[in-house]
């Protein structure tokens, strides 16, 4: 059974940083592509950062880029979520997710597996 467990969601104040973490367990993610994804209040759910499992490979969207960092470790099978520079308008869920790869998507509906969120709160 596949499992992805959030973790590192808090409040800071703005202009701090958070490392979020993502424990995956129940197969082989070699082939997957990992994905941080945020939601919200009154908001869909939206792409952050993804990272191909196998070669490392990231990919940003436009309003973290510089901000943040996506990373592996392959050997205690955990995603990280480096966030810098935080924002109110960073306030939100944070989900990890998993997708067959090879391609990075930005679309929630092409990740298979989903944690269960941590909660990010930045306060002005």
């Known amino acids: 059974q596949v499992q992805l467990v959030e973790s590192g969601g808090g409040l800071v104040q703005a202009g701090g940083s958070l490392r979020l973490s993502c424990a995956a367990s129940?197969?082989?993610?070699?082939?997957?592509?990992m994905g941080w994804f945020r939601q919200a209040p009154g908001k869909e759910r939206g792409f952050v950062a993804a990272?191909?499992?196998?070669?490392?490979?990231?990919y940003y969207a436009d309003s973290v880029k510089g901000r943040f960092t996506i990373s592996r470790d392959s050997a205690k099978n955990t995603v990280y979520l480096q966030m810098n520079s935080l924002t109110p308008e960073d306030t939100a869920v944070y989900y990890c997710a998993a997708g067959r790869g090879p391609f990075i998507r930005t679309m929630p509906n092409a990740y298979d597996y989903w944690g269960q969120g941590t909660q990010v709160t930045v306060s002005s």
């Open positions: 129940g197969r082989t993610f070699s082939n997957y592509v």
């Open positions: 990272i191909k499992w196998s070669g490392g490979s990231t």
